[in-house]
């Protein structure tokens, strides 16, 4: 997921670079897949320097962590970081003492790889808990079968299985 600095006449500059056919894996549990990436920038230029902030946006194909169905979900989470040159930044900014976060281009046509920081948005992005709707019923306790689907007649309680020994035990008699 590349942008091509040089390609930017005038600045401020309002940008959005896509990851086209890049795939992206964020290795999450519970993340399916993830496609539809892009990244909306505004770009500020200082000397050597490219303030960029904006969002990233994309498509997550989540798994309910209820009924263990998949589904889609669009998210957007706010980026915010510095690109320059590695000799810029050990010249200028490695002594800052500042949380920034920065990328360094490359080439002439000075060239800023943005898949990792993408990927850290997108991290951000993923609820800890995804569920398909609020209203998910989730998988039956006693049966297995999927809610949502299906209504099956299992009362809600556990029946411990001493229990259900002991009462086929008297029902036999
Ligand atoms: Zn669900
Ligand atoms: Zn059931």
């Known amino acids: 997921m590349k942008l091509h600095l040089q390609e930017i006449e005038y600045f401020p500059a309002n940008v959005t670079v896509e ?20 990244a ?39 980026t915010d970081f510095i690109i320059c040159s590695q000799q810029t930044f050990e010249e200028k900014r490695k002594e800052a003492d500042d949380d920034e976060e920065y990328v360094f281009y490359i080439g002439h046509s000075l060239t800023a790889d943005l898949t990792d920081i993408v990927r850290e948005a997108l991290i951000l992005s993923v609820s800890l808990m995804p569920i398909c709707s609020e209203e998910c019923l989730g998988l039956c306790a006693s049966c297995g079968v999927n809610r949502n689907e299906t209504q099956c007649d299992c009362t809600d309680d556990i029946i411990d299985e001493r229990w259900e020994g002991l009462r086929r035990l008297s029902e036999e008699e």
């Open 40 to 78: 909306n920038l505004s770009v500020q230029n200082s000397d050597d320097e490219y303030f960029c902030q904006g969002t990233v946006e994309a498509t997550l194909t989540l798994e309910c962590v209820r009924c263990l169905g998949q589904f889609e979900k669009d998210v957007a989470e706010g």
């Open 19 to 38: 990851a086209g056919s890049c795939s992206f894996e964020l290795d999450i549990e519970g993340v399916c897949s993830v496609s539809s990436v892009k």
